[in-house]
């Protein structure tokens, strides 16, 4: 990898506390407790070596997409899209790899139950997107 160049190269989400990358369609995600329901979203990243420790600052930004209803979920109830202002760092970027697991807690699990859903990150650096990285479609069902 070029000493300069980022990039996201995975992913994908899990049950809470999971560890290991749900089933495509997430039957349960979590489990799901009447309306409520929790998993993780999962990225996962790499940076070159002068990059990857400049302190320079980034933005992650992570949001979902509903495919049946065509619109960002994101709602007070359920919160699916964040956005992290962090710092290249040795200890985040370069240890291996980058890996940020991002909790999410739905408390209106009938609004978007049974829709066709997925992630997209972007990692924009010095006013340009560096990468971007899409999940895989996935619904949510009880």
Same mark, same amino acid.
């Given at each position: 990898? /070029?000493? /300069?160049?980022? +990039?996201?190269?995975?992913?994908?989400? +899990?049950?809470? /506390?999971g560890?290991?990358?749900? #089933?495509? $369609? @997430?039957?349960?995600?979590?489990?799901?407790?009447?309306?409520?329901? $929790?998993f993780?979203v999962?990225?996962?990243?790499?940076?070159?070596?002068v990059l990857? $420790?400049?302190?320079?600052?980034?933005? *992650?930004?992570?949001?979902?997409?509903d495919l049946t209803?065509?619109?960002?979920?994101?709602? #007070? #109830?359920?919160?699916?899209?964040?956005?992290?202002?962090?710092?290249?760092?040795?200890? @985040?970027? @370069?240890?291996?790899?980058?890996?940020?697991?991002?909790?999410?807690? *739905?408390n209106?699990?009938?609004?978007?139950?049974?829709?066709? *859903?997925?992630?997209?990150?972007? *990692? /924009? #650096? +010095?006013? +340009?997107? $560096?990468?971007?990285?899409?999940?895989?479609?996935?619904?949510?069902?009880?």
């Amino acid at each position: 990898m /070029n000493p /300069n160049h980022s +990039q996201l190269i995975r992913i994908y989400t +899990q049950k809470t /506390n999971g560890g290991v990358a749900a #089933a495509p $369609d @997430l039957t349960p995600i979590g489990g799901t407790v009447g309306d409520i329901a $929790d998993f993780e979203v999962v990225i996962e990243g790499e940076a070159g070596t002068v990059l990857g $420790d400049s302190g320079a600052p980034y933005t *992650l930004a992570l949001s979902a997409i509903d495919l049946t209803d065509v619109n960002n979920p994101n709602s #007070a #109830a359920n919160v699916f899209t964040h956005t992290f202002n962090e710092a290249w760092t040795k200890a @985040l970027w @370069l240890s291996p790899t980058y890996r940020k697991v991002v909790k999410v807690t *739905l408390n209106d699990v009938p609004s978007v139950r049974g829709d066709m *859903l997925r992630y997209m990150a972007v *990692l /924009n #650096a +010095q006013n +340009q997107v $560096d990468s971007s990285i899409e999940s895989e479609i996935f619904t949510l069902t009880q």
